[in-house]
């Protein structure tokens, strides 16, 4: 069965303290792997898609990479503003579903 | 990215009434719109997948005569509450991918249904 698994399910950071998100997947095919924003009350916000291991994506303080079994979104000095859900999500080669993992809740504290 | 427009951004209904839920994407033609939902501090839940012209697909335990989807156009999906009750609210979201773009989809802003 395909799944996604976020860790940890909440991430407590002081400004400027670099940490790293995980996504672990198990897929039949991987077609794709994306990382999402959300804010309370808002739509996730899309940052980036990873195709194949050994890909990075950068944007700004966030780092994505993607092994074989698993994503990590790093950050780096986060800011305050960082402070927000990170989705993680796949989409398999056969079919239309993206598969979402339950987020982790990071808070970035001045 | 591209944009996806949902409105309302938020409902109040009676109870037994019906509300409709749009899904737009401005910039670019979509062939299929995902519908989730929302509760509080959790995930995304996948209720449907509705395909332009054709009925939608409804994830297991998803009344399909409860939520009513139509994807009418390569820009427009609509999700229709019917008869709403009070555990019908919650956190609704549609998504959208560009049928000639790349893989990932985009949001729309969510809307948030409260059944009284």
């Known amino acids: 069965e395909d799944q996604v698994t976020q860790s940890p399910e909440a991430l407590r950071l002081q400004e400027g303290e670099s940490s790293s998100l995980n996504c672990s997947y198990t897929?039949?095919?991987?077609?794709?792997l994306f990382w999402y924003r959300q804010d309370p009350g808002k739509g996730p916000e899309f940052l980036f898609t990873l195709y194949s291991a050994g890909e990075e994506k950068e944007k700004e303080r966030l780092k994505a990479t993607l092994t074989k079994k698993e994503s990590f979104l790093h950050i780096t000095a986060p800011k305050p503003e960082d402070s927000a859900t990170y989705l993680c999500?796949?989409?398999?080669?056969?079919?239309?579903?993206?598969?979402f993992g339950t987020g982790t809740s990071l808070t970035v504290i001045p | 990215g591209a944009v996806v427009s949902q409105h309302p951004s938020r409902v109040i209904c009676k109870s037994g009434t019906s509300v409709k839920i749009e899904c737009r994407s401005l910039?670019?033609?979509?062939?299929?719109m995902f519908w989730y939902r929302q509760f509080p501090k959790q995930s995304l839940m996948l209720m449907a997948t509705?395909?332009?012209?054709?009925?939608?697909?409804?994830e297991q335990g998803v009344e399909k005569d409860k939520f009513l989807i139509n994807h009418a156009s390569l820009t427009l999906s609509t999700l229709t509450v019917t008869s709403a009750h009070p555990e019908d609210s919650s956190f609704y979201i549609c998504s959208a991918r560009d049928r000639g773009g790349p893989l990932e989809a985009f949001f729309g802003q969510g809307t948030r249904l409260t059944v009284v």
């Open positions: 999500a796949v989409r398999t080669l056969t079919g239309n579903q993206f598969y």
């Open positions: 897929v039949s095919g991987l077609r794709g």
């Open positions: 910039d670019f033609q979509a062939t299929t």
């Open positions: 509705s395909n332009e012209g054709s009925k939608a697909t409804y």
